[in-house]
């Protein structure tokens, strides 16, 4: 089982970036996939998961209008698209795969069980 992030970078405010999570070694319909981030100092957040099997999507209230979570079938593929980027919104960004769909409380970091090893996104002028 794997899950691999790639994306990231150093980005200018405001501007926009797709993060990918790849995954391979189990079957997408049958997991959650999270997306979750990290800076420095601070906690790992949770930030979207999306039920595969129905497509249902979950946003912390922090970037349910800039940011939008979708799966692209064919390349067994999970995207986290991120809009008007802010400084803040620096961090290492993780994708995270849990059996089943996304539960009432999404965010849940012991609820998933891989993880990928994470991407850096910078947002500086």
């Known amino acids: 089982v794997q899950l691999v992030e790639s994306g990231g970078g150093l980005v200018q405010p405001s501007s926009s970036v797709e993060l990918s999570c790849v995954v391979s070694?189990?079957?997408?319909?049958?997991?959650?996939i999270g997306w979750f981030r990290q800076a420095p100092g601070k906690e790992r957040e949770g930030l979207s998961c999306?039920?595969?099997?129905?497509?249902?999507?979950y946003y912390a209230d922090s970037v349910k209008e800039r940011f939008t979570i979708s799966r692209d079938s064919a390349k067994n593929t999970v995207v986290l698209r991120m809009n008007g980027l802010k400084p803040e919104d620096t961090a290492v960004y993780y994708c995270?795969?849990?059996?089943?769909?996304?539960?009432?409380?999404?965010?849940?970091?012991?609820?998933?069980?891989?993880w990928g090893q994470g991407t850096q996104v910078t947002v500086s002028s």
């Open positions: 995270a795969g849990e059996v089943g769909p996304c539960t009432d409380y999404p965010f849940e970091i012991s609820d998933y069980d891989y």
């Open positions: 999306l039920s595969t099997s129905d497509g249902s999507t």
């Open positions: 070694g189990f079957d997408l319909d049958d997991y959650a």
